[in-house]
């Protein structure tokens, strides 16, 4: 008796000591901004077991729901964002307050049908994103529901009215009619241009969309900023962290605000730069990162090439056929100009026969490619990604796992040793 009570003592002690080992706030990064994305990290082995357990449920439910039910559940989809998208279209998220909100006092701060928006809660209760507390009338935000708020730290309002805006509903209307018959890109069907020359174009949707990319992007942060290691030979966690395509600067500013002593470039398209500029400002991270304004199908700036240890490209090479994301690839090899220089790709890497829990997000997202970006866009598997770093001149590369399940860090050195 005595054994085994000893034996189940030391295996929690060990099981403690592994959980305390792999949280976040036990290793790494030096410094941890009072906003970090980090503080929201489960620690590995809860990560692990909670995948691992989405994925026997969801196969056992998978298993359960009768043939017919599962495919009107994928026939009703739609109906779900749909609702999403109407109670944000018309604020309901904003004007539902910590105190709780009665449906007729937001009917009539917005407007609203009143009888009407009570359904619509009804069904986002049953969506998990309102909660309805039936002894005082007052409807809740849940967890979910608080992200969609216009004020919440990384809303994903953004990326909801963009992604139900009409220029992604008419793309993937073309993509519907044909795309699926031509190969030819959604997006390029409906406006005759990629995703990038119309977003130049169109400077509300740009900003938009750069909203967007933040909302997604600085959740994920503390997951990537949490594993990313950059090695001695570069300077650790000193190296210089060049962030290609980044967008606004979502992920160097939390790299930088993580690493106070490390110093970054951001590369990006003219149109985005002085938002780019702005928003590193408002992260006080400016005076340590330098904007360079331009392509990554062109020559890399020479100062970055210069200077770049840990060439960061995230959520880029998805938007191309391979052989521009193969330029894109061999333009940063080219001109990065230190010995032991490397690259940290950033993307999903679809696993065939994989949980399909896990798997969805990544299938959506490759058919939401080459609906609304650009011909040939595409999440790919390792051995596409073997083959697309091959012809850019680079050794496969090592795929690392991250707390986020849709992501993982590519990377590969820049330079034969
Ligand atoms: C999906 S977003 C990813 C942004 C950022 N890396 C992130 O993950 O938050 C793709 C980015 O590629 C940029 N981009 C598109 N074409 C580019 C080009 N030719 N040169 C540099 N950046 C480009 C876009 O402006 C956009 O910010």
Redesign the pocket.
């Known amino acids: 008796m005595c054994v085994v009570k000893a034996s189940l003592v030391a295996a929690l002690v060990a099981a403690l000591a592994y959980m305390l080992a792999t949280n976040p706030f036990g290793n790494v990064p030096p410094s941890l901004p009072s906003d970090s994305a980090m503080s929201a990290l489960p620690s590995w082995p809860a990560y692990r077991a909670s995948n691992a357990l989405a994925s026997v449920l969801g196969a056992t439910a998978a298993a359960t729901t009768p043939p017919s039910a599962r495919a009107w559940a994928i026939i009703t989809a739609f109906m779900q964002s749909e609702i999403l998208a109407t109670l944000l279209a018309h604020d309901v998220f904003d004007n539902i307050f910590p105190e709780g909100s009665t449906s007729a006092q937001a009917a009539i701060e917005l407007g609203l049908h009143e009888p009407t928006l009570r359904r619509y809660l009804a069904a986002a209760e049953t969506l998990g994103l309102v909660k309805h507390g039936r002894s005082t009338d007052r409807f809740f935000l849940t967890e979910a529901g608080k992200t969609l708020r216009s004020d919440a730290p990384s809303s994903l309002r953004p990326i909801a009215l963009f992604m139900h805006g009409g220029a992604t509903k008419a793309a993937w209307r073309a993509a519907t009619s044909r795309s699926i018959v031509t190969g030819e890109s959604g997006w390029m069907l409906a406006h005759g241009q990629d995703i990038?020359h119309y977003l130049a174009e169109h400077p509300e949707e740009e900003a938009l969309f750069g909203q967007a990319?933040t909302g997604?992007?600085r959740p994920m942060s503390g997951a990537i900023v949490a594993d990313l290691k950059p090695p001695t030979s570069v300077g650790g966690r000193n190296a210089t962290f060049c962030?290609i395509?980044?967008?606004v600067g979502?992920?160097l500013s939390e790299w930088l605000r993580h690493h106070p002593h490390a110093r970054g470039f951001l590369?990006?398209?003219p149109a985005?730069v002085e938002r780019a500029k702005e928003y590193l400002a408002s992260r006080g991270v400016a005076g340590r990162s330098t904007v360079a304004s331009?392509?990554?199908?062109e020559k890399l700036p020479a100062n970055m090439g210069a200077a770049c240890d840990v060439f960061v490209i995230?959520?880029?090479l998805h938007?191309w056929a391979d052989e521009p994301a193969a330029a894109i690839l061999a333009h940063i090899r080219e001109g990065s100009k230190k010995k032991h220089a490397i690259l940290v790709a950033i993307e999903a890497v679809l696993m065939p026969g994989a949980s399909a829990v896990l798997e969805l997000p990544k299938r959506l997202m490759d058919i939401n490619m080459a609906t609304t970006v650009s011909h040939g866009a595409r999440e790919r598997t390792m051995a596409d990604f073997a083959a697309l770093f091959k012809s850019a001149g680079l050794p496969a590369p090592t795929r690392q796992t991250l707390r986020l399940p849709s992501v993982s860090l590519l990377t590969a050195p820049l330079h034969a040793a």
Do not use: A, P, R, Y
């Not at 331009?294 to 199908?297: D, I, N, P």
């Open positions: 990038w990319m997604l992007t962030d395509g980044g967008g979502t992920l590369l990006e398209q985005v331009g392509s990554f199908f995230k959520h880029c938007n």
